[in-house]
């Protein structure tokens, strides 16, 4: 019975010229989103609005879904759009509406006209009270409540006539592609992915960097990973993964450094290579899953020495979360299950048994000295062989 949506949208409240770019974002979102349907869709920005118009047959609920995907959708109307023919047809359509989309009729609703063409005869209070009859003569058992309706229909008199009442909440945040691009280090752990999301949702693009170190870890653990990508690319958009062969660094770091100080000197070194590729790709900050205290190499001395090697800021969206909290977001944006599954990340093999959780700036640097003869050989080479994979959600 539905062929239209209309697409609400809150942060998009911003002024000016970004007003514009940010419904342009959004609409070029919804569009990417209603490609994943089935059916054919419209989508249109009138009357400072975005619309989707259903031109063929579609599936509702597949439709619905997708459209919930999308950053900076606060809700989603589904709206029933009629040519306007004289005020008994509407009148009739009206109470058609409240009969198939309310089968229990013991609710209180309120009618919201808006004559937003001026030359319609009867303005929006007499709708109101005409309308409201109407229903009231249909259904005895509705009740009208002006201030705490169970339902508020709205009757929007334009070119044609729009009804609707139902609101599906969307997720929020603002339109990927309105605030940049940063590059997420995605591992295949329940953090990474959540932090992508986070980031995404406030509007940023997001490509990505996993490092791997076969054969220490698995085709499987990698394809973890693209996986989690791909959850992330179904808000987020498409992901460029790049997938870097750190084997070489690591062993020759297992080599020269003392094993206590392994984890926090690659971190130090994905930070370093994900900081370069970065650059190269036009992103503007990088993304980590980290949260203080979680493990040694994210206490807040391991996380100074780590971000020490970054010039581009690093976002943390997690860094306050507790793992509960993380996992609550995992779970309702649908990595969780992936996330936990058992495949070995290249970080889980070489873990010292007693790391160091308060490392000392000067120490580390004096201990990645010992690097110097082969370093600088090792990281060109691993970004020489970067293995770019475009990850779609579908
Ligand atoms: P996650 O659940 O995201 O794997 P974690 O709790 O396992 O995180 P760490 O392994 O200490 O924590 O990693 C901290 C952060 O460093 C991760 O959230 C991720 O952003 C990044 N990271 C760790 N390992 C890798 C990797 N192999 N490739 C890319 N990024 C990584
Ligand atoms: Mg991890």
Same mark, same amino acid.
């Given at each position: 019975?539905?062929?239209?949506?209309?697409?609400?949208?809150?942060?998009?409240?911003?002024?000016?010229?970004?007003?514009?770019?940010?419904?342009?974002?959004?609409?070029?979102?919804?569009?990417?989103?209603?490609? %994943?349907?089935?059916?054919?869709?419209?989508?249109? %920005?009138?009357?400072?609005?975005?619309?989707?118009?259903?031109?063929?047959?579609?599936? $509702?609920?597949?439709?619905?879904?997708?459209?919930?995907?999308?950053?900076?959708?606060?809700?989603?109307?589904?709206?029933? *759009?009629?040519?306007?023919?004289?005020?008994?047809?509407?009148?009739?359509?009206?109470?058609?509406?409240?009969?198939?989309?309310?089968?229990?009729?013991?609710?209180?609703?309120?009618?919201?006209?808006?004559?937003?063409?001026?030359?319609?005869?009867?303005?929006?209070?007499?709708?109101?009270?005409?309308?409201?009859?109407?229903?009231?003569?249909?259904?005895?058992?509705?009740?009208?409540?002006?201030?705490?309706?169970?339902?508020?229909?709205?009757?929007?008199?334009?070119?044609? #006539?729009? #009804?609707?009442?139902?609101?599906?909440?969307?997720?929020?945040?603002?339109?990927?592609?309105?605030?940049?691009?940063?590059?997420?280090?995605?591992?295949?752990?329940?953090?990474?992915?959540?932090?992508?999301?986070?980031?995404?949702?406030?509007?940023?693009?997001?490509?990505?960097?996993?490092?791997?170190?076969?054969?220490?870890?698995?085709?499987?653990?990698?394809?973890?990973?693209?996986?989690?990508?791909?959850?992330?690319?179904?808000?987020?958009?498409?992901? $460029?993964?790049?997938?870097?062969?750190?084997?070489?660094?690591?062993?020759?770091?297992?080599?020269?450094?003392?094993?206590?100080?392994?984890?926090?000197?690659?971190?130090? $070194?994905?930070? %370093?290579?994900?900081?370069?590729?970065?650059?190269?790709?036009?992103?503007?900050?990088?993304?980590?899953?980290?949260?203080?205290?979680?493990?040694?190499?994210?206490?807040?001395?391991?996380?100074?020495?780590?971000?020490?090697?970054?010039?581009?800021?690093?976002?943390?969206?997690?860094?306050?979360?507790?793992?509960?909290?993380?996992?609550?977001?995992?779970?309702?944006?649908?990595?969780?299950?992936?996330?936990?599954?058992?495949?070995?990340?290249?970080?889980? #093999?070489?873990?010292?048994? *007693?790391?160091?959780?308060?490392?000392?700036?000067?120490?580390?640097?004096? *201990?990645?000295?010992?690097?110097?003869?082969?370093?600088?050989?090792?990281?060109?080479?691993?970004?020489?062989?970067?293995?770019?994979?475009?990850?779609?959600?579908?």
């Amino acid at each position: 019975m539905f062929t239209v949506f209309l697409i609400k949208y809150a942060e998009i409240g911003v002024k000016g010229k970004n007003k514009y770019l940010f419904e342009e974002a959004l609409a070029q979102q919804v569009k990417y989103a209603l490609k %994943r349907c089935e059916g054919e869709f419209k989508v249109s %920005r009138t009357d400072g609005r975005i619309y989707v118009h259903a031109l063929s047959e579609f599936d $509702y609920d597949e439709t619905v879904d997708n459209l919930r995907t999308v950053f900076g959708v606060s809700g989603i109307c589904p709206v029933i *759009h009629v040519e306007d023919e004289g005020f008994e047809k509407l009148a009739d359509t009206v109470t058609d509406y409240m009969d198939k989309v309310y089968e229990d009729k013991h609710i209180t609703f309120k009618i919201q006209a808006r004559r937003a063409r001026k030359n319609y005869p009867i303005n929006s209070v007499e709708l109101n009270k005409e309308l409201g009859s109407r229903v009231l003569s249909a259904f005895p058992e509705m009740k009208v409540d002006v201030h705490q309706p169970d339902v508020m229909l709205h009757v929007e008199i334009r070119e044609k #006539i729009y #009804i609707y009442s139902i609101e599906i909440p969307g997720p929020g945040g603002m339109p990927v592609g309105s605030n940049g691009k940063a590059m997420l280090l995605l591992s295949g752990g329940i953090d990474s992915p959540v932090a992508g999301y986070m980031i995404a949702k406030r509007g940023v693009k997001i490509d990505a960097v996993y490092f791997h170190a076969p054969p220490y870890t698995s085709d499987r653990a990698k394809q973890k990973v693209m996986d989690l990508a791909k959850q992330v690319a179904r808000y987020a958009g498409p992901v $460029y993964l790049h997938v870097i062969n750190f084997t070489e660094i690591q062993l020759y770091i297992y080599e020269k450094c003392p094993h206590e100080e392994l984890t926090i000197i690659m971190r130090r $070194y994905m930070m %370093r290579i994900a900081e370069r590729i970065a650059k190269e790709n036009a992103c503007l900050g990088l993304i980590t899953g980290e949260s203080i205290g979680q493990v040694a190499s994210q206490t807040v001395q391991s996380l100074a020495v780590t971000n020490e090697v970054c010039t581009l800021p690093v976002f943390r969206p997690l860094i306050g979360f507790d793992k509960m909290e993380i996992v609550d977001v995992a779970e309702r944006i649908g990595t969780y299950e992936t996330s936990i599954l058992p495949f070995e990340d290249c970080c889980t #093999i070489f873990v010292a048994k *007693h790391p160091v959780t308060k490392p000392n700036l000067n120490v580390v640097k004096r *201990h990645e000295q010992n690097l110097e003869e082969k370093i600088d050989k090792l990281v060109q080479q691993a970004l020489d062989m970067d293995e770019v994979v475009i990850v779609k959600w579908e």
